[in-house]
């Protein structure tokens, strides 16, 4: 792909309005992780209420992430055509929906369509936040905004929990009644329509994305947006090389991605692989069966607030380190540290279940120095996730792609991370049953691969203009060539 001489100085100073509507888009991911976590105290609860087979539960649990792959593949068509601000108040307004309906639900089917409902909603919410505040934000401080997407997820995950035991605590337990005759699980999910409130008026009040107004012909829109919000000096430059970058076709489709890689170009599968690899680690399988590690080691499973609670705040404050490295670093860099953190992380825990023992209940059970050296290799994991997989793949899914598929490409990324999550959730208590040392040694595996795929596919984007973004995955800066990375 051709590019255009660079813009006249990239502005240096960050602008306290783009930091605003960076967190106001962020809100989305806030949603994300929210959405996607409240079910985890209502789980038993559920069960309960609806005399549920473990199979029938584990579907209402997952269920969310189908509908996440499909509101993500939809959601860059629908940002192309009608605006990246009016795909985000759908968004809020499916989370609202969702939140009612889950909370009201009389039976296990119509929750698990709500779930599906709030799963599209999450799924676009995926997209739009990452390609919006790349589109918004000065290529100087891209990083640290993009990966505001991910710390607004992990505080949503966070939220989530902590909502989800002082409802539980207040009412005595999640199937007991809580206020207006609702137990509290309903209450659980009724929670997120007041984020989902939030979300949407925000979104509201937010700027349309300077490159779709470009698309759609209004430049003095754009150029006033680029000047106030991004501290553009010259945005009528910037407007010419973000119209050249689109290209002559102005109908975004599918078919701007297309290449001569297995059909398409060698950066979109570079996204695809990013997202899939960022599951296949397994990262999810510590959030969503971190009770399995905890008890193994010797806690009761009445302390699970407590250790989900330290691993929530561990993601916390690696994502905080996260964000303040990605734009002096690169991403690239933090992305191999990440790797080969979480490879040896992993690789701990396999070895320390190799050396578990089980009772006559089928209990696994981590005795002295390799329970010690199990906790503290499944925290260091989550270190080096949040530090460095959990955030950087959101912000390269942001700016990697070109600005005539940028949308659309990313959309097919995060719906490819969506199915990868599902795949890994559901497969992870077959994996345990064969061992949980294949499990673990299978997502170290995973881990060691990844190393080697930022070696050899993945670009370094810190710096560059989105209008400088390539088709081709091989195509480094000369900085990124420079540093040897």
């Known amino acids: ?140 401080f891209r990083g640290r905004l993009g990966s505001l997407q991910q710390m607004a997820i992990v505080l949503g995950i966070f939220a989530a929990l902590l909502s989800d035991e002082v409802f539980a605590s207040t009412a005595g337990g999640a199937s007991e009644e809580l206020w207006l005759g609702l137990d509290a699980w309903r209450w659980m999910f009724l929670a997120a329509a007041v984020p989902a409130l939030i979300y949407g008026l925000a979104a509201l009040r937010l700027p349309e994305s300077p490159r779709y107004l470009v698309t759609k012909h209004e430049d003095e829109k754009a150029a006033q947006i680029l000047e106030d919000y991004t501290g553009e000096t010259d945005p009528h430059h910037k407007i ?101 953190g979480m490879f040896v992380s992993l690789a701990v825990m396999a070895i320390a279940f190799a050396n578990a023992t089980t009772d006559a209940a089928g209990e696994t059970a981590l005795e002295g120095a390799w329970a010690t050296a199990a906790l503290i290799a499944a925290n260091t994991f989550v270190v080096f996730f949040a530090a460095s997989w959990g955030p950087v793949v959101w912000v390269l899914l942001g700016e990697m792609f070109p600005n005539h598929m940028r949308a659309t490409a990313l959309a097919v990324a995060a719906a490819a991370q969506w199915i990868a999550n599902f795949l890994i959730t559901v497969s992870f208590p077959g994996m345990a049953d064969i061992s949980l040392v294949f499990a673990y040694g299978f997502y170290a595996t995973m881990a060691l691969l990844s190393f080697f795929f930022v070696l050899a596919r993945v670009p370094e984007t810190r710096g560059v203009e989105l209008e400088d973004m390539r088709d081709d995955a091989n195509a480094h800066t000369k900085e990124d060539a420079a540093a040897g990375i």
């Open 1 to 140: 792909m051709t590019t255009q001489s660079s813009s006249p100085a990239a502005p240096q100073r960050l602008h306290g309005r783009v930091v605003a509507i960076s967190i106001g888009a962020a809100l989305g991911g806030f949603l994300f992780g929210f959405d996607s976590s409240v079910i985890n105290g209502a789980v038993d609860a559920i069960e309960g209420e609806f005399a549920l087979s473990e199979a029938v539960t584990g579907f209402a649990v997952a269920s969310a992430l189908l509908g996440c792959a499909v509101g993500a593949w939809f959601a860059g068509g629908l940002a192309n055509r009608y605006g990246r601000i009016r795909v985000m108040v759908i968004s809020a307004i499916l989370f609202f929906l969702s939140a009612f309906g889950s909370g009201f639900a009389f039976g296990v089917w119509d929750l698990i369509g709500w779930r599906i409902l709030g799963g599209l909603a999450i799924g676009a919410a995926s997209v739009i936040a990452p390609a919006y505040i790349a589109e918004v934000a000065p290529a100087t």
């Open 240 to 340: 010419a090389q973000i119209r050249f970058s689109l290209g002559t076709d102005e109908k975004r489709s599918m078919r701007d991605l297309r290449g001569s890689a297995l059909g398409l170009h060698p950066i979109v599968w570079t996204g695809i692989l990013l997202s899939m690899f960022q599951q296949f680690v397994g990262i999810n399988v510590i959030f969503y069966y971190s009770t399995t590690l905890w008890k193994s080691v010797g806690f009761d499973e009445s302390d699970a607030f407590t250790t989900s609670t330290i691993t929530s705040l561990t993601n916390i404050v690696a994502t905080i380190i996260a964000i303040s490295l990605v734009d002096r670093i690169g991403r690239r860099l933090l992305l191999l540290i990440g790797s080969a």
